[in-house]
Every structure is written in structure tokens, then in C-alpha cells.
């Protein structure tokens, strides 16, 4: 059966409210909180160690350092997201991806085996 216009926008527009909008992050702010303290942890850590990597690795340069750690953030999702050789796969197209932006692949390579223990090729 096909709603009627004026119903759906009725719906959308209780939905939308900012009461009810605000009454649910009120209620979930402090589940919120907490699952993104334990996830900058993390975070914290696996960028300490692409950190350490690249301290190792000669002839990187500093303005490169933001983008190397993009590229550990991003691989660090992708590996949380997917398990097995679709994470390994996700890694690699994010390796792909970085190394078209002008990353080296010799250092790209090291962090993901270093910092998360998967090889890329």
C-alpha cells in the first residue's frame, strides 16, 4: 500500500523534532562517551606506533607525517570494520591509495606489518 504524502511528512516531522532529538542523546550520551574513551586509546596507540616506524625510517619527511598517520587511521578502521583477507583487502586498497598519493610503498608496507601484523604486497 502507498502512504499518503501528507502522512509521511507528518511522520518525518515528529521524527525530526529537536525534543525528541535531544531526549535521545541525552539518554545515550553517556554509552557515547564511553565507547569513544575506549576507541582514542586505541587510536593513541596505533598512531604511537606508526610514529615509532616512521622515527625508523630514513628520509621521510615532516610535512609527510600527517599523511602517513591518515594512512594508519584508515587501516586501523578498515581492520575493525572487516576480519580475515576482506580486512587484508581493505588494507590493500588503502595502501593503493596512499601510495597514489605520493607515499612510498617501502614505508607503507612497514607500517601495516609492524603496527598491525598483516603483509601487503
Same mark, same amino acid.
Given at each position: 500500500?502507498?502512504? !499518503?504524502?501528507?502522512?509521511?511528512?507528518?511522520?518525518?516531522?515528529?521524527?525530526? !523534532?529537536? #525534543?525528541? /532529538?535531544?531526549?535521545? &542523546?541525552?539518554?545515550?550520551?553517556?554509552?557515547? #562517551? $564511553?565507547?569513544?574513551? %575506549?576507541? &582514542? @586509546?586505541?587510536?593513541?596507540?596505533?598512531?604511537?606506533?606508526?610514529?615509532?616506524?616512521?622515527? @625508523? /625510517?630514513? @628520509?621521510?619527511?615532516?610535512? $609527510?607525517?600527517?599523511? &602517513?598517520?591518515? &594512512?594508519?587511521?584508515?587501516?586501523?578502521? *578498515?581492520?575493525? #570494520?572487516?576480519?580475515? %583477507?576482506?580486512?587484508? *583487502?581493505?588494507?590493500?586498497?588503502?595502501?593503493?591509495?596512499?601510495?597514489?598519493? @605520493?607515499?612510498?610503498? *617501502? #614505508?607503507?608496507?612497514?607500517? *601495516?606489518? !609492524?603496527?598491525?601484523?598483516?603483509?601487503?604486497?
Amino acid at each position: 500500500m502507498v502512504r !499518503d504524502p501528507i502522512r509521511r511528512i507528518a511522520k518525518y516531522s515528529a521524527k525530526i !523534532d529537536s #525534543t525528541v /532529538v535531544s531526549e535521545r &542523546y541525552k539518554a545515550v550520551k553517556p554509552l557515547m #562517551t $564511553e565507547q569513544v574513551s %575506549n576507541l &582514542y @586509546g586505541q587510536l593513541v596507540e596505533v598512531e604511537a606506533k606508526a610514529k615509532a616506524v616512521l622515527e @625508523g /625510517v630514513s @628520509g621521510i619527511k615532516v610535512i $609527510e607525517i600527517p599523511a &602517513y598517520l591518515s &594512512y594508519s587511521r584508515e587501516v586501523w578502521r *578498515a581492520l575493525r #570494520t572487516h576480519a580475515g %583477507n576482506v580486512g587484508v *583487502a581493505e588494507a590493500q586498497a588503502i595502501k593503493n591509495k596512499w601510495k597514489g598519493r @605520493g607515499l612510498t610503498d *617501502a #614505508t607503507l608496507k612497514k607500517i *601495516a606489518t !609492524d603496527v598491525f601484523g598483516i603483509t601487503l604486497t
